[in-house]
């Protein structure tokens, strides 16, 4: 089966700052492969590039760029828009900043429809309605004339994924969708995410900093750190085989009921990110590290393990099992 | 036995908010009635979501909002009647945002000093020695006594923001979502960082977060609040263990442990989202409620308490 999304060797530079270096990953139909990091890892940045979404002053550069097959690099700027929303949509982390304040909620969706497919107001209004209902919406036809203020914040999220459910979409980027949600409604809006997926074949990438998200919700992930992916995996291997010293960092880092003692330390990660420019070499992540070694300045090992398990350190797996 | 260091009585906050130029102003009951105490040592954890009350709260108990009915006593003394310094040497606040809270044109050295030079009667090289002294404590580099917070990185800024607050040397820390804002790596760099202060000032918290694993890390005891009331109170280790009440229930079941067998937890909450302008008759939970009863929407439960554990619920009791 090949991937629906399919990114090889993505560099993305704004000036002389690298903020993605050679990221891989792929997305297939009917799975969820989660993007994790820290802020400034470059997740985000990764996902407005696959959109065609990146500022006029960001250099994309890629091995490949894949969408079902057809190749999205040399695409115009009015065949991407084309695909936008259309075949691939993306959700935020803050509706209120996506959905424009000025127009009610129905006319915002409709106008997807419209431009994408054409037909009637009429119809595209009914079409409207029948995502709000299915994104459990109660009384669609009220909200359909509502406008975002007048929403929840876990409503208007709901009124995102409608709408980018309009054209029925292959793939589905999400950033941190919900990120600005409580507990309660992050768990109701992931629940309904997982269910769509399940009805409609969908393929999401969710990028998010929450190991907790991408534990409950993942199929695959990959762990991004100073712009490069530096761990990919089944989501279980993740957790219980976590190979790059930087994924056992994070995953010391947050309590976990049962496995860290109330009040005793939890794991933390010395020193900061550091700022990487074109001329970087070596592993980026070597100044925190306490497994460092001289060849961590040189060029990096990507190991792969099994076929589905890989992780860009020098130091084997054998050696890293021990450590 | 000692008094409590905080003893909040029968609090509430009410507004009075206007939707619009002619709409008729709205009352918004944010704090409703509310009693709590934190003994000395504790750390007293706030949790709810967003329109809870958690934050009033706090306000309150830092003497930044005047309730609108009950009082507060710090260390037996009505916090109305104590002045700014007095105040000010017993409790100290950390805030969520240390983008936000703390002075952009200022340095370091001037944002920490600020709370001793306010209290006077203290030489500058004293007053310099004391902020050095607390910056190094709380882990920040001398040269960035100078900087600006700008130029500093979210944790750095909240290392700023917790020196501030412990540079008096009070016994009371009210703790609003200082973690909230920053990285998972770094939010541990900061929960360690407070509770080894904690251990070595001999501090209290008041640690109000929307995020139960932090809190269940850190606190002592927890109370649950759901528009404006606690619904629920218990010592930490027994109410993650024992939730008695549904909501405290589904707020419990939302949490999403990096555990991948778990899957994604049905918390059994509708749509109807709480609104502290629009609180509902009867329990104030029953909207949402899974196993709500008729009576429920008719008749407002009535605290039960068992020793530590307090419940407010119709269809549950104490542990």
Redesign the interface.
Known sequence: MTALLEVQGLDISFGGLTAVRGASLEVNRGETHCLVG??GCGKSVTALAMMGLLPGNAVRRAETLRFDGGDLRGLSEKEMSRLRGDRMAMIFQEPMTSLNPAYTVGSQMAEVMLRHRGGSRRAAMDRAAELLARV???SPGMRLGQYPHQL????RQRVMIAMALMCDPELLIADEPTTAL???????I??LL?DLQKDLGLAILLIT??????????HRVSVMYAGEVVESSP??TL?SRPMHPYTR?????????GK?R??E?????PG?VPQVTERFEGCAFRQRCSLMRPDCAGPITRHRLGVDHAYLCQIPPEEMARS | MTAPLIEVRGVGQQFRVRAGLLAKPKRVVAVDGVSLQLKAGDVLGVVGESGCGKSTLAKIILGLLEPTAGEVLIDGKRLASLDRKERARLIQPVFQDPFSSLNPRRRVRDVVSLPLVAQGGMSTPEVNRRVDEMLARVGLDPSMADRLPAHLSGGQRQRVAIARALVLRPRIVVCDEPTSALDVSVQAQILNLLAELRREFGLSYLFISHNLAVVEHVASEVAVMYLGRIVEQNQAAALFRDPRHPYTKALLASVLTPEPDLGLPETGLGDAMPDPANVPPGCRFHPRCPIAIERCSQEAPATQRNGPNLVECHLAAPA
């Open positions: 820290e802020s459990r919406i109660t929840s914040g876990g409503l409580d507990v309660t409604v992050q768990a109701q992931l629940r997982a900093h929450d190991l907790g998200v991408v534990a409950r919700t993942a989501v279980r957790f960092g994070l995953l010391s880092c947050v309590p976990v009921p860290i109330p009040g330390p939890l794991g933390s990660i900061m």
